[in-house]
């Protein structure tokens, strides 16, 4: 027998999309999270007053935890901390700084977040210095309620192509913006190394700047390489148990404290608790795989 040793979190939004363009009917739909014992942490986009109150009356029962997930707005929105311009950035911060607040007075643990659109050439280094300025800002608002801020690393190519991707240069940015600002940490996604090249052996050169951790799939499609977090096992996903393994494997050796968050989203005609469900399942044949490999 061997009890898990992370927290196990989800996030909500990508189970069910459609909560990135509206919070209607957010607690009928997180409910069901809400009931699953094996859940921890729920990750969750914004929420309207209404749908929080009843979540919060839900979840009175069974004391999870949350953490807000401002990826999309940065995606999707317009929204850009890593702005060169500084209007830009000074209102994109505005926006984000609103949302913390929200988080911070309804008691969550803490702000996900990722950098604008990827720079390259001489611009570069004016983008990273106005992401940091932006990480700081984020983070002294974060710390008046006892939450982190991560910044998760994406793709800088392939997809979503993020100023903050591979993890080394992106641990330089944090370690500029901890100087200020100590809650602010790395989260690592098991999907999006295939798309930089990486594996989780690349966590052990900055251990202590790993907040949180992101599992789910790249889909190769043709030849390009997609961030859709597919289900396990869908056609074209890259992620498998055995990646898992030694994920698990390398945030043990490291010390991780951290929880662990599933992100998978339903294709075409799926249930969303068929990805769900299936994660479950990697995610425990993973944890044999890590318990065997140290016998």
Not at 60 to 68: H, I, N, P, S, T
Not at 200 to 210: H, I, T
Request: hydrophobic share 40%; with cysteine.
């Amino acid at each position: 027998m061997a009890r898990f040793p992370w927290d196990i979190g989800i996030i909500s939004f990508m189970v069910f999309p459609e909560l990135m363009r509206s919070s209607e009917g957010a607690a009928d739909k997180i409910r069901v999270l809400l009931e699953d014992p094996y859940f921890d942490l729920l990750e969750v986009m914004i929420i309207d007053d209404g749908e929080w109150r009843k979540i919060s009356e839900l979840n009175r029962v069974y004391g999870k935890k949350f953490a807000l997930g401002l990826q999309p707005v940065v995606l999707t929105r317009g929204v850009n901390p890593s702005a060169i311009n500084e209007d830009e950035r000074k209102k994109s911060v505005e926006i984000l700084i609103k949302e913390v607040r929200v988080a911070g007075e309804r008691g969550y643990r803490a702000v996900g977040i990722c950098s604008g659109p990827n720079v390259e050439g001489p611009e570069r280094e004016r983008a990273k210095e106005a992401l940091i300025k932006s990480l700081v800002e984020l983070g002294a608002e974060a710390a008046k309620y006892g939450m982190n801020v991560y910044l998760e690393t994406f793709d800088v190519a392939w997809d979503r192509k993020r100023l903050a991707g591979y993890f080394e240069e992106t641990a330089k940015i944090i370690e500029k913006v901890r100087e200020q600002a100590k809650n602010v940490y790395i989260m690592w996604d098991l999907s999006h190394a295939p798309l930089l090249n990486e594996s989780p052996e690349k966590l052990r050169s900055y251990p202590e700047l790993v907040g949180h951790i992101h599992i789910g799939c790249a889909k190769k499609a043709g030849d390009k390489l997609l961030d859709t977090h597919p289900g396990f096992y869908r056609p074209g996903a890259l992620n498998t148990e055995v990646d898992v393994a030694k994920l698990l494997t390398t945030l043990s050796d490291i010390g991780y404290r951290g929880a662990i968050s599933f992100e998978v989203r339903p294709e075409e005609g799926q249930h969303p608790l068929e990805v769900v469900n299936s994660s479950k399942g990697v995610l425990l044949r993973a944890f044999q795989l890590f318990l065997e490999s140290r016998i």
